[in-house]
């Protein structure tokens, strides 16, 4: 098998070659100034061995080529300094980018490979399901099971699909944001809802303040809510409980989801919003995801002028905290 470079190697490479030719121009640098240092002094000995030594000016002449050849010597280190300070910012810049790049090509890499598993999934075994109903006759209990299975599935390709095409329209502003008055109370009970018939065995406990209304869009708070709710059952043990609390402050909205799963280490809290962003590796990774929800929650809370923090649950888990004003 012949070897490949992983990213990582790339990236050790690109900055090993980079490293090298910006010791090499620093070092044509000085040696551009050590030459031009030496011949601003041979061009000084040849005058002076050109002086007279019985001519009246003769210490006179010796003291401007003299002051010539400092005001040369500084000269050549402005100038030097000068050329060192640009190279040197401009390779700071330079790094920076190419370090951005490969993350961000990375974090595509990341991404495509994640999507190419979302995306089978959930077709498999929506195929096999369907399969099996016709292939076979089954009692009713195993038929509404097969189906329940399905339409989970089917919602887990809708809710990615939705997450790529809405992730796209936003970034590109292609999206037009429209705020209607909304019943955010019902909306959380009906999400939730959907959540407990699709995960009949999870534990919901819910604490939602009746009659919370929001002005806001009604599929990006509904993207946003379902896109927390998943992230909570898909990071948790099937027996944890996931906690949901809604309330209506004198200004603000308050969506808070508690899950029971392993948490998120501090170093992480401020970077899972990224786009594409994950934790941990790709190859190696077991939990589904994209890298695409909490980036879209983020972007959503935003565009309504709201803010979105995550902190830890007691005593495990992780707990998404939205505040959104209401008015």
């Known amino acids: 098998m012949p070897f490949r470079f992983l990213p990582k190697h790339k990236l050790a490479l ?92 990375q974090q595509q890499q990341n991404f495509m490979m994640a999507i190419t598993h979302e995306l089978k999934t959930p077709i498999a075994v929506s195929k096999l399901n369907l399969e099996t109903l016709q292939k076979h006759k089954l009692d009713e209990e195993k038929k509404d099971k097969l189906i329940r299975m399905t339409l989970q599935e089917t919602n887990r390709l809708n809710t990615l699909t939705n997450n790529i095409l809405i992730s796209s329209q936003l970034e590109g502003g292609g999206y037009k944001i429209v705020k209607e008055e909304l019943d955010l109370s019902e909306v959380v009970s009906r999400l939730i809802m959907d959540f407990q018939q699709r995960f009949p065995d999870r534990n919901w406990v819910q604490e939602i303040q009746e009659d919370v209304h929001l002005k806001a869009d009604p599929l990006l708070i509904r993207i946003l809510i379902n896109n927390l709710l998943d992230n909570a059952v898909k990071y948790s043990p099937k027996s944890a409980t996931v906690l949901v609390k809604l309330k209506q402050g004198a200004s603000m909205v308050e969506l808070a989801i508690a899950d029971e799963g392993p948490g998120i280490p501090d170093p992480e809290k401020g970077r899972i919003f990224k786009r594409f962003y994950r934790i941990g590796n790709e190859s190696v990774r077991t939990t589904q995801g994209t890298g695409l929800g909490l980036y879209l929650c983020k972007k959503i809370t935003a565009d309504h002028r709201g803010t979105i923090r995550v902190s830890d649950n007691q005593p495990t888990g992780a707990n998404f905290i939205v505040q959104l004003p209401n008015n």
């Not at 090993?16 to 620093?26: G, Q, R």
């Not at 030496?38 to 210490?59: I, K, T």
């Not at 402005?78 to 050329?83: D, P, R």
């Open 14 to 105: 690109a900055t090993i070659l980079y490293w090298f030719l910006l010791l090499y121009i620093i070092a044509a640098l000085l040696f551009w100034y050590i030459r031009l240092q030496q011949q601003s002094s041979q061009m000084a000995n040849y005058r002076l061995m050109e002086l007279v030594a019985d001519d009246p000016q003769y210490l006179k002449k010796v003291e401007q080529i003299n002051e010539e050849s400092i005001r040369k010597t500084h000269q050549y280190r402005g100038e030097g300094a000068t050329f060192l300070f640009i190279i040197l910012v401009g390779a700071v810049f330079v790094f920076r980018a190419v370090r951005r790049q490969f993350k961000v090509a």
